[in-house]
Each structure stands twice: as structure tokens, then as C-alpha cells.
């Protein structure tokens, strides 16, 4: 006779969050080493690496009935929590991610229906 009661996962929970983060992790990377690091602009889906010194993450956009919805994912290292910080960009408009170090800003800007990733100086935000 089979059981098809489904089995308990008996590791401990802070190994099944190390496996969900890295997982998450993964995926991240993957999407954003898929797209070529470009100063031009980015297209919907297509994710682009962001290094704010020791945080690190990707950066996307969907398009949503003429919204841009822009979604990045950052932590400190691997063992960092994730956060995601998500914007709805106007044309013109901007979010800047950035941490207390000078060199720790980029600027995610909508120019019409083009989104640029650029770095940006942290003391002008």
C-alpha cells in the first residue's frame, strides 16, 4: 500500500532558510548575468547587476498598463537578508539605492519609455 501523506522536512529551520536564500540568490544572479552590463537602457525583464560596495543585487522593470514597475533585489553578501525595494517610475522620474559610503549610489531613471541604470553620487541625493 502506498502513503501518500506527504513527508515532514526534518532539517532544522535555519538550514531550510540558508537553502531558500541561496536559491533566491541564484536566481538573481543568473537573471542578472544573463544581461550585459550596458550603460545604454534597459529592456523590460532584463535584469542589470547593481554593486553598491558591499551590497549587491539585480535591478529589473515590468510594464504594467503604461507603468514602469521597477524591482530591486539587494543584500550584503550571501548570508545577508535580502530586501527588494520596488518603484513605479513616471516619465522623468528616479530611485536611487544607496548606502552611507560615497561610492554606494546608483540612479535608476525613466527617460520616456527607456529606463537607464547608471552609478550616481550618493552626496547629490
Do not use: C, W
Not at 535580502?82 to 516619465?91: D, H
Not at 528616479?94 to 535608476?108: D, H, K, N, Y
Amino acid at each position: 500500500m502506498i502513503n501518500d501523506q506527504a513527508v515532514p522536512d526534518r532539517r532544522p529551520t535555519g538550514e531550510i532558510a540558508m537553502s531558500i536564500r541561496s536559491m533566491l540568490f541564484a536566481a538573481v544572479f543568473g537573471i542578472a548575468s544573463l544581461a550585459a552590463a550596458r550603460a545604454d537602457g534597459l529592456r523590460p525583464m532584463e535584469g542589470h547587476s547593481i554593486d553598491l560596495g558591499g551590497i549587491s543585487g539585480v535591478a529589473y522593470y515590468t510594464v504594467e498598463r503604461d507603468e514602469f514597475h521597477v524591482v530591486a533585489t539587494l543584500a550584503q553578501g550571501q548570508a545577508g537578508k535580502p530586501i527588494r525595494i520596488v518603484s513605479v517610475l513616471a516619465p522623468g522620474q528616479r530611485v536611487v539605492p544607496s548606502t552611507p559610503q560615497q561610492a554606494g549610489a546608483i540612479e535608476i531613471s525613466r527617460t520616456g519609455d527607456s529606463v537607464l541604470v547608471r552609478r550616481a553620487n550618493a552626496a547629490t541625493n
